[in-house]
C-alpha cells in the first residue's frame, strides 16, 4: 500500500461530504450553546431567589387613618405606588364606630387608638432591620387626630404621603405642580410681648370660622394664616406643603420669642397637610400646643382639642372647651 501525503488526509477529512471534523465542530458548538443556555437559567434562578428573599426583607407598612363618617371604602393599600417593593403591611387606625354623622362620639376612645403608634411603627422597624421599611400614609380623619398622628411618625425615613382625591376619587401622592403660593401671615406685628397664649388659625381649603373661634375662646388674641387663594386643591405639591410646614414651625419659633407659652391651634385644610404640620411640631422645642375639633352645629362650634405631648408631658390629652387648664404665667 502506497503511503500517503498527511495533509492530502486531512484535507479528504475536512471537505468529506456530512463527516470529518466539521460535524465535530458543530456538535461542539451546540454543546457549548446549551451550556450557555443552562448557565444562564442558572444564574436567573439565583437571581429570582436573591430577589424573593430581598423582597420578603422590605417591608411597606401602609398607616391608613380614618374616622369620618363618610370615610371612602376604597382601602389605601391598594394604591401602594409601584416603585415600593416589598409585603403589604396594613396598620389601621379606624375611629368610625365611634363616630356619629360627622362627629366623634367619645374622643378619648379615639386617642386611644393612637397613643401606641410610635411604639407600633418602631417594632415593625425592628422587626425588618434597618432601611428595609417603607412607610405610606394617607387618611380622613378628624383635624386633631390628624395633626397628632403627624406628630407621631415625625421625621419618618421613606414617609410616602397620599391624600383622597375627591374629584378623581382615589388615593393620591403629592405629585402637583408647585404655583408657587406661600402662607401670609396677619395680626402678628400687633400682639404684644409676654402674651401666655394666643389663638392661631391656620387656612388652606376654607377660611377660618373666626367667629366659631371667638366664642370658643373668648376675646384671646388671633393669629391668622392663609394662602393668597384658598380651595380644595391647593395641596397637591410636596414641594409647596413643605414649604408650607417651614413657614408654620418659623411662625412658632415668632410665637416663642414673643413669650407665648400656649397655642390654641385651628387649622381649615386638607388631611395630608394637617398631617405635614403635625410632623414638624418639635415637642421638645416648641410652646404647648391645643389643636381644635371643628363641628359647626357644636356649642361652642370647636368643643374639644387634643392637648399634644411636650416636654412636660409626655402623652396627649383630650381638652374639653369651657375646661382649659389655666394659663401658664409668662416669663
Do not use: C
Amino acid at each position: 500500500m502506497l503511503a500517503q501525503d498527511p495533509l492530502v488526509v486531512v484535507r479528504a477529512v475536512l471537505t468529506a461530504p456530512g463527516g470529518g471534523l466539521s460535524v465535530y465542530w458543530s456538535q461542539i458548538t451546540v454543546f457549548l450553546g446549551i451550556l450557555l443556555v443552562a448557565a444562564g437559567l442558572i444564574l436567573g434562578f439565583i437571581d429570582h431567589v436573591t430577589d424573593q428573599r430581598q423582597f420578603r426583607k422590605q417591608s411597606v407598612v401602609v398607616l391608613e387613618h380614618r374616622g369620618l363618617h363618610q370615610s371612602v371604602d376604597t382601602p389605601l393599600a391598594s394604591a401602594v405606588p409601584k416603585r415600593l417593593k416589598g409585603r403589604i403591611d396594613v396598620l389601621l387606625v379606624d375611629h368610625r364606630q365611634l363616630t356619629s354623622t360627622s362627629q366623634i362620639s367619645s374622643p378619648e376612645d379615639a386617642l386611644s387608638q393612637i397613643a401606641g403608634l410610635r411604639q407600633q411603627l418602631r417594632q415593625k422597624r425592628d422587626a425588618a432591620g434597618p432601611g428595609n421599611v417603607k412607610l405610606v400614609y394617607g387618611g380622613m380623619a378628624p383635624v386633631p387626630l390628624t395633626f397628632l398622628t403627624g406628630m407621631m411618625v415625625g421625621n419618618e425615613a421613606g414617609l410616602t404621603v397620599m391624600d383622597w382625591d375627591r374629584f378623581a376619587e382615589r388615593w393620591r401622592e403629592l405629585d402637583g405642580a408647585d404655583d408657587g403660593d406661600r402662607f401670609t401671615v396677619s395680626r402678628l406685628e400687633g400682639l404684644e410681648d409676654d402674651t401666655a397664649e394666643v389663638a392661631l388659625a391656620v387656612a388652606v381649603s376654607f377660611p377660618s370660622d373666626a367667629d366659631g373661634i371667638r366664642t370658643t375662646l373668648g376675646d384671646m388674641p388671633l393669629v391668622r394664616v392663609a394662602l393668597p387663594t384658598l380651595n380644595t386643591t391647593a395641596h397637591w405639591s410636596a414641594d409647596k406643603q413643605s414649604a408650607m410646614a417651614k413657614d408654620f414651625t418659623d411662625l412658632l419659633g415668632e410665637l416663642m420669642a414673643k413669650g407665648v407659652e400656649r397655642i390654641h391651634l385651628f387649622i381649615a385644610a386638607p388631611n395630608s397637610v394637617v398631617f405635614t404640620l403635625g410632623r414638624h411640631l418639635d415637642d421638645r422645642l416648641h410652646p404647648e400646643v391645643l389643636v381644635y375639633q371643628y363641628e359647626r352645629s357644636a356649642s361652642p362650634p370647636f368643643p374639644w382639642a387634643v392637648k399634644m405631648p411636650t416636654h412636660g408631658q409626655s402623652a396627649a390629652q383630650i381638652v374639653r372647651s369651657g375646661a382649659l387648664p389655666i394659663p401658664p404665667a409668662a416669663t
